[in-house]
């Protein structure tokens, strides 16, 4: 998945390409959705905001208001409060975004449902806007995994993760489940690391609170926090062992590179894609050239368990490997979010054989890159069949109350295949027995001894190389 910054005013500007890399075009075959006309509507009930009178309104929003003011006041025993920019106002405003700017359209009737299950699930005494709250993180829990409410604080802390800065977390990653958060990576020397967490485990209490049901945003909004704060963890490590940890927020830099060089092969592992990963890729060539004299026989490109992060980042990044050729392209019912990006020829690499290394945590815009470099035949993918996570999020700002992030396209490979769901099959496939080291606390990505995955890839190079 990725996040693409939108300015509050222009919900539909997404354009983030870094523009020395790669072009943008727009796909003629998708046809824009038109924009909703919405005439005028009379005052109804005391429930429903005046100033709406002064708005103009289609039909069926018109209707999904009205119900929830009707219900909300039948729950509560009070209308919900009608001044300008209150909640019915706001709740209008979300409705117009998923209905204009949503990748598939939206079904009223289905948005109704979940707006009337938010109601009837609230406390008698909760305000209109924590129902307002409610019912907008279960319509976006409603379209997809990935479209999710951002609150103010988070929206705030993902710029920091966006550029790279530090931030307090626990140090592994985590996904979703039915009964917590599974983690599948855990950086060396982290908090998490020196607890003895490992990949698989289950976080399923966060300070004696259960993690249910919750979105990836919303597991961050607990997790991370102040840097040297405290958290307890209880912890489900396979079917009968359980754990109770003590974790201590740490800060942590973003988008860290790391490479190496042996017998002429480089070695190359991105973490994440954020504002500075194309700049430190280009940076770890140009020191990987020095180092080798110039003489570097094959690149391996580590992209497992990489979570993905900012598209303009997959375009660079792939572009970085790429003299010419289409990178991707997305599309949408949206003509304005339907684009392809292509290469400008400015491969840094000179053509060397580079080997791809995928998992099936590897995710978003690490999907984008390895699909990219495998239908130009740039190189070789070897691994697991990633994660299928090829949708495009937007992130549209709704001050002062954070942010909406919703799925505005899929993306495509330059073969035209569709990623979301389906992941990038390797052309080797290689399954680890694991890529832990619970002796030593650390992954063994780029442990050349020990890397079973990397030493064949290396191998396959080898091999490629002589012939």
Do not use: W
Request: charged share 25%; proline share 5%; with cysteine.
């Amino acid at each position: 998945m990725f996040f693409l910054a939108v300015a509050a005013c222009s919900p539909k500007s997404t354009d983030q390409t870094n523009t020395s890399t790669a072009t943008v075009h727009p796909v003629p075959q998708v046809q824009a959705q038109p924009e909703i006309v919405r005439p005028s509507i009379p005052p109804v009930t005391s429930a429903v905001v005046q100033d709406h009178t002064k708005r103009q309104f289609d039909a069926e929003t018109e209707m999904i208001l009205r119900k929830f003011a009707e219900e909300y006041q039948a729950h509560a025993g009070h209308p919900c409060p009608t001044y300008r920019n209150g909640p019915l106002n706001r709740l209008d405003d979300i409705i117009l975004r998923l209905r204009n700017d949503y990748v598939n359209e939206i079904d009223s009737k289905k948005l109704s449902d979940v707006i009337s299950a938010a109601v009837r699930s609230a406390r008698a005494d909760d305000s209109c806007d924590e129902v307002v709250d409610a019912a907008t993180k279960a319509m976006l829990r409603s379209l997809d995994p990935n479209s999710t409410y951002i609150t103010q604080e988070r929206l705030l802390q993902m710029g920091l993760f966006n550029k790279g800065l530090e931030l307090g977390d626990i140090g592994a990653k985590f996904r979703p489940v039915t009964d917590g958060l599974k983690i599948y990576l855990v950086r060396e020397g982290s908090s998490a690391a020196k607890e003895g967490l490992r990949p698989g485990d289950i976080i399923t209490h966060l300070d004696g609170e259960p993690l249910l049901n919750l979105s990836e945003s919303e597991a961050s909004d607990r997790l991370d926090g102040d840097v040297g704060s405290e958290i307890h963890l209880a912890i489900r490590r396979g079917t009968e062992k359980f754990l109770n940890v003590k974790v201590i927020r740490e800060p942590r830099k973003l988008g860290l590179i790391s490479s190496d060089l042996k017998d002429g092969f480089a070695y190359i592992r991105i973490s994440e894609f954020v504002e500075s990963t194309d700049r430190n890729l280009r940076e770890a060539i140009r020191l990987l050239k020095k180092g080798s004299l110039g003489h570097i026989g094959a690149y391996v490109l580590d992209l497992r368990s990489n979570p993905g992060g900012l598209l303009d980042q997959s375009v660079s990044v792939s572009a970085v490997f790429l003299n010419t050729g289409e990178i991707l392209s997305t599309r949408s019912r949206n003509l304005k979010d339907c684009h392809v990006f292509n290469a400008l020829g400015n491969d840094l690499t000179n053509g060397t054989p580079i080997a791809v290394l995928i998992d099936h945590n590897t995710y978003g815009a690490a999907e984008i890159v390895a699909a990219a470099l495998q239908d130009n035949h740039r190189a070789t993918v070897i691994g697991e069949r990633s994660y299928g996570g090829g949708s495009v999020q937007t992130i549209m700002p709704m001050p002062p109350n954070g942010a909406l992030k919703i799925t505005t396209a899929n993306f495509y490979t330059p073969s035209g295949r569709q990623i979301d769901g389906v992941g990038v099959e390797p052309d080797n496939v290689i399954v680890p027995t694991d890529n832990y080291d619970p002796d030593n606390r650390k992954m063994v990505f780029g442990d050349r001894s020990r890397d079973i995955v990397l030493v064949q890839a290396i191998d396959i190079l080898r091999t490629k190389i002589s012939h």
